[in-house]
């Protein structure tokens, strides 16, 4: 079915986290994001530019919600997660010295075919983090399909 | 420790589907979303705006990579998770009338606090999909710590 509707953007990427306190010091202190609300063993919620970062934790967001004016659905999932942020060539450079500096070990730094970099490093839930040149996909876009 | 680098944005916000043929009808068709790459049983990559949205199966990216030129490191989670996609007033009654015909269940449709509007559905996968109005976060923030 086709549709002329289609998502103007991405409001809120979400990760997974038990520990909630190692998420607001990583994503906090050591990314330098922005901390819009903590609600406490449930989620930890993140600015990055246009778009909200929402760590949640699993244990309490498959919970129903107990609230009848907010009914937000549960969810919660496990295992290794992926998200990427947008980084300038010389950011990616800062941030990978940067981290370095915090004791975070970079997985893999390498150029895609098409020349943009990305580097890998983990979150301490264990998320695969990836910075990358937003060239990777808004100059020149891959249509294989 | 502090750090004057922040992420500017989301470039990849990432959800987790065994069946990609379903994520594909489903983001590409009924969510109307420009399908960027399709990489057999592993991924279907979607745009959302400035943001990328890939969809993988954890069953595949669970595996080491097998080019030395392409390291990228493993991942894959299971289980319900959660994006949520921009939409306007007037597309929210879009997106519910669109969806309702689609035969697609609206799970959940409120009010927040701060007046957005925000309804939820399940993608093929059972991850939970919100649309909500970009005021949610992005004009009044919410500062509870």
């Not at 004016?69 to 992926?82: I, N, R």
């Not at 893999?108 to 839930?125: E, K, M, Q, T, V």
Request: proline content about 6%.
């Amino acid at each position: 079915m086709s549709t002329t509707l289609t998502p103007s953007g991405v409001l809120e990427a979400s990760l997974y986290a038990t520990d909630l306190n190692k998420a607001e010091e990583f994503y906090g202190e050591i990314l330098g994001m922005k901390k819009i609300a903590r609600i406490g063993e449930r989620h930890v919620f993140f600015r990055a530019g246009s778009t909200m970062l929402l760590v949640f934790n699993p244990m309490e967001t498959r919970k129903p919600s107990g609230n009848p004016d907010l009914p937000v659905p549960s969810h919660g999932s496990v295992g290794q997660s992926h998200i990427c942020f947008s980084a300038t060539a010389e950011e990616l450079d800062a941030w990978s010295g940067h981290l370095t500096e915090c004791g975070i070990k970079i997985e893999a730094d390498f150029l895609w075919p098409n020349g943009a970099r990305s580097i890998y490093l983990r979150d301490p839930a264990d998320n695969s983090v990836e910075f990358a040149e937003r060239r990777l996909w808004f100059d020149q876009e891959i249509t294989s399909s």
